[in-house]
């Protein structure tokens, strides 16, 4: 027998959905809340809970409530529909490797973990994480550490320097000829670099 219990207190919920409510707020005013109420009975109620008392302060913010598993069938079949997502650790871990592969490859997605309070340092790394498996074999896709940078670089405010390095990674895969073997190309890892460099120039 194996017991994990998950530990959920309404001051995490609400600092966790307070910062989506707030990203939420400044695009397009839709979040959608991941949840699992229906299966898990207290963890999730309270999350459900907390969630629908906070939108009460962000009343120009559309809030939606979402089982996790019918998320993974949105995300696939109606991505557009789908703007700031909020969930637990363990949710939101598989739903991010889900949009990843909606991205075109693991290789891709960018991440930052967030210290909210800046007591701490936050952490930028794509969401694959070192790729140990493949390290050292010049074959890992760059992009999604590349791309964390350009968020690390938005956190500290340099949003102009962000746009520059995202925009080059747009060029270079919209070019299509310099890409490593997860999206269909050839290149190697410090190809793949090399081409992001020029495409900054």
């Not at 747009?170 to 000829?177: I, K, P, Q, T």
Request: with cysteine; glycine share 10%.
């Amino acid at each position: 027998m194996a017991v994990e219990v998950p530990v959920f207190t309404r001051r995490a919920i609400e600092r966790c959905a307070r910062y989506a409510f707030e990203r939420a707020r400044e695009r397009r005013g839709r979040l959608v809340s991941v949840t699992k109420s229906n299966a898990s009975r207290y963890a999730y109620v309270l999350w459900d809970e907390v969630v629908a008392g906070l939108a009460r302060a962000y009343p120009d913010v559309q809030v939606e409530r979402v089982h996790v598993d019918a998320m993974a069938a949105r995300m696939v079949l109606r991505p557009d529909t789908i703007d700031v997502v909020v969930g637990s650790n363990l949710f939101a871990d598989i739903l991010t490797d889900l949009g990843a592969a909606i991205q075109g490859s693991l290789g891709l997605a960018a991440s930052g973990n967030l210290s909210l309070d800046g007591r701490g340092p936050s952490m930028f790394e794509p969401v694959h994480g070192s790729a140990p498996d493949i390290a050292g074999q010049g074959r890992a896709n760059p992009i999604g550490a590349v791309w964390s940078a350009a968020l690390l670089l938005r956190h500290l405010g340099y949003e102009g320097e962000a746009g520059r390095v995202e925009r080059a990674i747009d060029a270079v895969c919209e070019d299509g000829r310099v890409l490593t073997g997860d999206l269909g190309g050839t290149a190697s890892t410090a190809e793949v670099g090399a081409a992001l460099v020029r495409a900054l120039g």
